[in-house]
């Protein structure tokens, strides 16, 4: 069955520094998303993106945050700065026809010390 | 924007007993449904869904019901099983658009 594909699964990294968190959606889906979970608390909807552009952000998608497809198979997350706040499980999906069959991959946890 | 909320937070079985979850959603617009399976260490993984134009659904062990007018759908696990404990999630969505998550039921089956 095909996988939506994160790498790493784990990431340490220190406050204030950049880190870029890595997908591979499945090849046929043309949607693609970003959520994160804190621990022990609910999933939540950082941006969509879909026709190479940022369909739909939430709040917490601030300017510290941005999201690039930079060939035909990567979906990346960049984080500039760092901050203790933004350490989560990282989760990219993707779908063939929207909020429908989303896939999700299996998540980053990234810790920020 | 949308807010689901889910209930109970903690649920605890004896297995072979029947398992249900409940989310409440604000967005009239929303019209897809889905129930998330989450394992440790592991993503979301879809389990079952409805979208607005039918009441229930049934798959197996697991069912959803949708009740529009009072915007709640639930989930329904009958003789549960081990392997059915997990943290499930509730969502709620609208076309092209983001899921909105409930805040998750960790269900223990007892053996």
């Known amino acids: 069955e095909p996988e939506v594909t994160q790498t790493p699964s784990h990431q340490v990294t220190q406050m204030g520094q950049e880190v870029i968190l890595r997908c591979v959606p499945i090849?046929?889906?043309?949607?693609f998303y970003w959520y994160r979970q804190i621990l022990g608390q609910k999933v939540e909807f950082l941006v969509s993106?879909?026709?190479?552009?940022?369909?739909?952000k939430s709040e917490i998608f601030d300017d510290q945050f941005s999201v690039e497809r930079p060939d035909g198979s990567n979906f990346t997350l960049k984080i500039r700065s760092t901050k203790l706040e933004d350490s989560a499980m990282y989760f990219c999906a993707s779908s063939e026809g929207g909020a429908e069959g989303y896939t999700f991959g299996s998540g980053t946890r990234l810790t920020v010390v | 924007g949308e807010n689901v909320e889910q209930h109970p937070s903690t649920l605890s079985v004896q297995e072979g007993d029947s398992a249900v979850i409940k989310c409440t959603y604000s967005?009239?617009?929303?019209?897809?449904f889905p129930w998330y399976k989450q394992e440790l260490g592991k993503g979301p993984q879809l389990i079952i869904d409805i979208r607005s134009n039918v009441g229930e659904k049934k798959d197996q062990r697991i069912a959803v019901t949708l009740n529009k007018t009072a915007k709640h759908f639930s989930l329904h696990i009958t003789e549960t099983q081990p392997e059915d404990s997990a943290v499930y999630f509730c969502a709620a969505g609208r076309g092209a658009n983001n899921l909105f998550f409930g805040t998750g039921t960790r269900l223990t089956v007892i053996p």
């Open positions: 090849s046929n889906h043309l949607y």
């Open positions: 967005d009239s617009a929303s019209n897809y």
């Open positions: 993106f879909y026709n190479n552009e940022i369909s739909e």
